[in-house]
């Protein structure tokens, strides 16, 4: 990340004396979107429907592969195997369905992912091509595809705005009910925050490994659904029970009502596609074969994003603060999987094409495809080197979602440029300007 992290002293004083240089800083940036685009190799904006479709017919083969020895081992190994007890047996056949289905989770999130570019139209440089597939991908994904799409549009414009992005907007002290900054004894940076303030603070939020891991398991379960359905996590200054399936929804323009309707049409198909095979097949082949790893691809869709846009490193912006850079800019690179040692670090990366380790790329420019994102990249990151900025997180997975969770709370209701606070109302960053930029102007209105 652009910061320059200092050790921290405690104190022993009713306000704990401690001055900005004993927190970590973040450097706002002040390079323009030209200079950023311009290290980008010029190959790298090519798109081809092509090789994009060669990446779903990949995927799919992968599926296919991975259902077929998962069948094959339930039929000719698993019987052949001396159990002790029959309920080892049992566990045996549970174990290999369960592994497949986070095997074929994964690799159906990189089919998400391709959907995904299909609705930033980097598959192709047809826009007919890009939203056919992206609809018939997303679809079967349970994804209203041109909902998502404009949501996320508006996202890309408006990262990291208190006011204007569309998911994972913190909430603030006043909205958790939380006593009011009083900074005879507070300190609205987190910086010098008296004993009483912090364990008043304690109090109020509480703090523990338990809790932060039953609430990132059932943002991780239903997380998706929710925001999609009633606006969870999402931009709050929206009225209540938006959602993203009623075409007058305020997320949406007037002329976008027909995509919004063609969305639904496209949800309620595979609805009807899952009440079919459980009639056919039965509810149990169902959830076994489709139904588990669809959750396990909402599980890594929460995952992936909430750690990319939720860190106490990252800035949050407010009025002539932000520009569309800026946001772009407040949003990090992870390993997915790469806690588990490089080799599962390249597979994350390998299967999910990318989302994780290139998503500061992804937000400069959102029309690179993903099998040229790995090489811009690199030349971005080498770009904000240059200007001391690094935007790489810790690898992606669940130990990390718990102990995010637990280090971001919560941010002050005041200020241009605000940070995550902890359950004693500590800060673990704070922001240092170079030169004043002004607003970005991004339409994002506009359909892409």
């Known amino acids: 990340m652009s910061t320059t992290t200092h050790r921290r002293t405690s104190g022993t004083s009713a306000k704990r004396e401690e001055t900005s240089s004993d927190i970590a800083t973040f ?78 989770g994964l690799v159906a999130t990189g089919l998400w992912v391709i959907a995904h570019e299909c609705g930033h139209q980097a598959f192709s440089e047809s826009k007919l091509i890009n939203n056919t597939m992206g609809w018939i991908l997303h679809s079967a994904l349970g994804v209203p595809y041109h909902s ?14 208190m006011n204007l992005d569309q998911v994972f907007v913190p909430k603030t002290r006043s909205e958790l009910k939380l006593p009011a900054l009083d900074v005879a004894k507070d300190d609205p940076l987190g910086i010098n925050v008296s004993d009483e303030v912090m364990a008043e603070m304690w109090e109020a939020l509480g703090d523990s490994p338990l809790s932060a891991a039953a609430y990132g398991a059932l943002q991780l379960l239903f997380g998706w659904p929710m925001y999609l359905i009633r606006n969870a996590t999402g931009q709050r200054s929206y009225p209540r029970f938006t959602n993203h399936f009623q075409p007058s929804s305020v997320i949406f323009a007037p002329h976008q009502r027909e995509q919004i309707m063609l969305s639904d049409v496209g949800v309620l198909l595979w609805i009807a596609g899952l009440v079919y095979a459980s009639k056919t097949f039965g509810f149990g082949t169902m959830m076994r074969v489709y139904g588990v790893p669809y959750l396990w691809v909402n599980s890594w869709l929460v995952l ?49 094409h990318g989302i994780s380790e290139t998503h ?44 995010t969770i637990r280090q971001c709370k919560f941010v002050e209701d005041e200020g241009e440029v605000v940070f995550y606070k902890n359950a004693h109302g500590k800060a673990a960053c704070k922001a240092v300007f170079n030169e004043p930029v002004s607003d970005s102007g991004i339409d994002v209105t506009a359909d892409s």
């Open 148 to 161: 998502w799409r404009i949501s996320h549009a508006k996202h890309h414009a408006s990262t990291g705005h």
């Open 304 to 352: 992936i994003t909430f750690l990319q846009h939720t860190d106490p490193m990252l800035p949050h912006y407010r009025g002539s603060a932000f520009n569309f850079q800026r946001g772009a800019l407040s949003t990090l690179d992870r390993s997915l999987l790469g806690g588990a040692g490089p080799f599962f670090g390249w597979l994350g990366g390998f299967l999910t």
């Open 27 to 104: 450097v706002v940036p002040d390079l323009s979107v030209k200079d950023l685009l311009s290290v980008i190799p010029a190959h790298c904006f090519k798109r081809s429907a092509l090789r994009s479709s060669l990446y779903v017919v990949w995927d799919f083969i992968l599926l296919g592969a991975i259902y077929s020895a998962t069948k094959y081992a339930e039929t000719n190994l698993l019987p052949r195997i001396d159990y002790p007890h029959p309920s080892l047996q049992t566990l045996a056949y549970y174990a290999l369905w369960s592994l497949y289905g986070y095997a074929s």
């Open 360 to 403: 500061v790329l992804h937000h400069v420019c959102s029309k690179i495809p993903h099998y040229h994102a790995w090489e811009a990249s690199d030349a971005l990151r080498a770009r904000l080197a240059s200007a001391g900025i690094h935007l790489q997180g810790a690898p992606g997975g669940w130990g990390e979602v718990v102990k």
